[in-house]
């Protein structure tokens, strides 16, 4: 893959607080947030804080094996959704790609009998068969975000990101730990 996109913490927070924006213009509040591990963790905890919204449950589901590699269809490894029947969902990830990984768990939560189900993500592919309820761009190209930089790089060497350098030191440490 030749084309990155790499935002920086302060585009992630201007993209919650776009995301957010959209959801109370819509007037849907949802009542339970329901992260898509490991790209929606942080999303969902922002847009709980922006939302006041206390409650997050979640979904472990894997799709990707690296930049650009996927598995035939995204596998759910985990749920934790008790207490979401009758209530108000949204389902938070990072980005929809393919849309797949969206759908997948759209249909898991929709088997728990919520009121209303609204899928959101900070960014969408242009290719996305699958486009959220909210989310706040378009983006063409792998999605570097910071809470899973280090794996892209470790994949991709060149890539320039920040601190790449005190990175590749604790790379060169943990060589000599018997279990890396």
């Known amino acids: 893959m030749d084309k990155f996109y790499v935002p920086t913490w302060d585009d992630i927070e201007i993209s919650v607080l776009e995301v957010g924006k959209s959801i109370l213009i819509d007037r849907f509040m949802p009542d339970v947030l329901v992260a898509i591990a490991t790209g929606g963790l942080i999303p969902a905890k922002l847009l709980s804080d922006l939302l006041n ?48 990984t969206l759908n ?18 900070l960014y969408v592919k242009p290719w996305a068969r699958t486009i959220p309820d909210y989310y706040h761009r378009k983006v063409d ?28 030191q604790i790379e060169e440490m943990m060589k000599g730990h018997s279990n890396h």
């Open 104 to 121: 997948a768990v759209v249909n898991l939560v929709s088997m728990f009998s919520p009121k209303v189900v609204k899928t959101s993500t």
């Open 141 to 168: 190209g792998w999605i570097v975000f910071p809470w899973d930089k280090w794996a892209v790089v470790r994949e991709n060497p060149s890539l320039y990101v920040t601190n790449a350098d005190r990175f590749k």
């Open 53 to 100: 919204i206390n409650s997050i449950r979640e979904v472990e589901a894997k799709f990707y094996r690296s930049v650009g590699v996927t598995d035939s269809k995204p596998v759910i490894k985990s749920a934790h959704l008790d207490g979401i029947e009758n209530r108000n969902v949204l389902i938070v990830d990072d980005v929809s790609d393919t849309g797949e």
